[in-house]
């Protein structure tokens, strides 16, 4: 009689059970991705436009797996809510849109504050790459075409502690 090496090995059983939890496990944990991390604080960041200050809620990615991560998988952002990407150096950033299911607005902030340029209303699960134009210290994501409705433009001045003209 011959016999399967992977017979004495792995049992149908063990195979289905291995199966099973993977199962669960991909569709536990993607049918749980939360709207907002739930160990991610909301911080204030006010704007001074034209028009006057414009204050947001937003989450602060500081590390790299939390700047990987952004603001992927989410269904949703509210107005006046978004991400901070805390560069903690002047660079040129590149940006991308892959996994990302809602258009936002990139806020390409210089080491003074300033803004140096938006891109609006980017492409969902785009990996079209999207560049800061110049070396930049922070990008602030909002939802997308809320640059244009809260009149944030270009030379505003973002008002926050990572700011302090280096």
Same mark, same amino acid.
């Given at each position: 009689?011959?016999?399967?090496?992977?017979?004495?090995?792995?049992?149908?059983?063990?195979?289905?059970?291995?199966?099973?939890?993977?199962?669960?496990?991909?569709?536990?944990?993607?049918?749980?991705?939360?709207?907002?991390? /739930?160990?991610?604080?909301?911080?204030?960041?006010?704007?001074? +436009? =034209? *028009?006057?200050?414009?204050?947001?809620? @937003?989450? $602060?990615?500081?590390?790299?797996?939390?700047?990987?991560?952004?603001?992927?998988?989410?269904?949703?952002?509210?107005?006046?809510?978004?991400?901070?990407?805390?560069?903690?150096?002047?660079?040129?950033?590149?940006?991308?849109?892959?996994?990302?299911?809602?258009?936002?607005?990139?806020?390409?902030?210089?080491?003074?504050?300033?803004? /140096?340029?938006?891109?609006?209303?980017?492409?969902?699960?785009? +990996? =079209? *790459?999207?560049?800061?134009?110049?070396? @930049?210290? $922070?990008?602030?994501?909002?939802?997308?075409?809320?640059?244009?409705?809260?009149?944030?433009?270009?030379?505003?001045?973002?008002?926050?502690?990572?700011?302090?003209?280096?």
């Amino acid at each position: 009689m011959q016999r399967s090496f992977w017979a004495g090995v792995v049992s149908p059983g063990r195979i289905m059970l291995a199966c099973a939890t993977l199962l669960l496990a991909l569709t536990g944990s993607i049918g749980a991705l939360p709207a907002r991390a /739930a160990d991610a604080p909301l911080e204030a960041l006010e704007i001074a +436009t =034209r *028009t006057g200050v414009v204050v947001l809620e @937003v989450e $602060v990615a500081r590390t790299d797996e939390q700047r990987m991560t952004g603001l992927m998988y989410r269904k949703e952002l509210p107005e006046r809510q978004g991400m901070l990407f805390d560069f903690g150096k002047v660079e040129p950033v590149y940006m991308w849109m892959k996994n990302t299911y809602i258009p936002l607005d990139m806020l390409f902030v210089r080491a003074d504050g300033t803004i /140096a340029r938006i891109e609006e209303m980017t492409t969902p699960f785009s +990996t =079209r *790459t999207i560049s800061s134009g110049e070396p @930049v210290k $922070v990008v602030v994501e909002i939802a997308g075409g809320g640059a244009k409705r809260l009149g944030i433009a270009p030379g505003d001045r973002l008002s926050t502690g990572l700011f302090d003209g280096k």
